[in-house]
């Protein structure tokens, strides 16, 4: 029973390029969140999805992030033209319907802007 | 929104002796509560989590946590720590209105002396 999986671990982007982090979440759960943590500090919520719905973009900076969980296929974190600013470790979790389960996280991607 | 606050972002305790580390929240509406670790380079573990009835929970690792409404408080304790507990400690806490949203504390780092 594979937990929550992460692609890539580490990226290296150069200032301007694009970033796409995927995140399958574990069997059965249907609802993927993305955090960001960046040195020093804790878990900052970016973004709540079930399968093709945003519930809660509260936490996505207005320009340049976006998210998407589609039918098929991983959940899929979008960063363009990158700046240094967000380099940091970016977790997706997934949980069941059920409230209040708690998340199981994935190893996250450590993403570098250079 | 709420807010999570981790007294202390380091704490560094001999091996054997107890473990307190200290979390409070701001809500009138008792949340979710829950722990998480965090072992380097990797993604954060569940500890133990409290939704609801008893307010002592037990969780992992010999780990325990007291829900205490009138302090707004959910310290997490182990009476006799362990080198192998070293770790980043996160204290989250669910949204009032949609119990899938966690907001964390920004983490305190547990260092155990030989």
């Known amino acids: 029973n594979a937990g929550v999986m992460q692609n890539p671990r580490h990226l290296v982007r150069r200032r301007g390029q694009e970033a796409r982090l995927r995140c399958s979440p574990m069997k059965g759960h249907s609802h993927v969140y993305w955090y960001r943590q960046l040195p020093e500090e804790g878990l900052k919520f970016m973004v709540y999805l079930q399968k093709e719905n945003i519930i809660d973009e509260s936490g996505m900076p207005k320009e340049r992030f976006s998210a998407e969980f589609p039918k098929e296929g991983p959940s899929i974190l979008r960063i363009q033209q990158v700046v240094r600013g967000d380099s940091a470790a970016y977790f997706c979790a997934s949980s069941p319907p059920r409230q209040g389960s708690g998340y199981t996280f994935g190893s996250g991607t450590r993403l570098t802007v250079v | 929104a709420q807010s999570v606050t981790q007294l202390g972002s380091h704490v560094s305790v001999s091996e054997g002796a107890l473990v307190l580390l200290r979390c409070n929240y701001s809500s009138s509406v008792p949340p979710y509560l829950f722990w998480y670790v965090q072992y380097p380079n990797q993604g954060l573990q569940l500890l133990l989590k409290?939704?609801?009835?008893?307010?002592l929970v037990k969780g992992i690792n010999g780990f325990e946590a007291e829900f205490k409404k009138s302090e707004t408080s959910f310290h997490l304790t182990k009476p006799s720590a362990h080198m192998s507990d070293a770790a980043e400690y996160f204290c989250a806490v669910s949204d009032a209105n949609n119990f899938n949203k966690f907001y964390f504390g920004s983490g305190t780092k547990l260092n155990v002396k030989p």
């Open positions: 409290y939704t609801t009835g008893a307010t």
